[in-house]
């Protein structure tokens, strides 16, 4: 099994900044997209940013220019650091990893995973 634990999250004023973490652990073999959701009450989960093992990263329209997604492979960690932020932007934030795990099928190769975190709250006063 891969374990995802968020941490980061809280509570600040408009304009403040953020910065969440993402730590993988468990049965891993390898780490492709790292991505970061948020679901505010009443909302549908959306995705706010991912990157690629290879470094190429995607945001949402709503968060370009202020949010900025990093991962440091080596230690399985994904970030969000978050600037300018807006009342608008209170949720509970989700890590998402996928890649394969040291598990194996009937073949021998590695089982694909999809991973969740717990989620973390952000709450942005305005």
């Known amino acids: 099994q891969v374990q995802l634990v968020e941490s980061g999250g809280g509570l600040v004023q408009a304009g403040g900044s953020l910065r969440l973490s993402c730590v993988a652990s468990?049965?891993?073999?390898?780490?492709?997209?790292m991505g970061w959701y948020r679901q505010a009450p009443g909302k549908q989960r959306e995705r706010v940013a991912s990157i690629t093992s290879g470094g190429s990263t995607n945001y949402a329209d709503s968060v370009k220019g202020r949010f900025t997604i990093s991962r440091d492979s080596a230690k399985n960690t994904v970030y969000l650091q978050m600037n300018s932020l807006k009342p608008e932007d209170t949720a509970v934030y989700y890590c998402?990893?996928?890649?394969?795990?040291?598990?194996?099928?009937?073949?021998?190769?590695?089982?694909?995973?999809?991973?969740w975190g717990q989620g973390t709250q952000v709450t942005v006063s305005s």
């Open positions: 998402n990893v996928d890649g394969y795990s040291t598990v194996v099928d009937f073949t021998g190769r590695p089982r694909p995973f999809g991973s």
């Open positions: 468990g049965t891993i073999f390898s780490i492709n997209t």
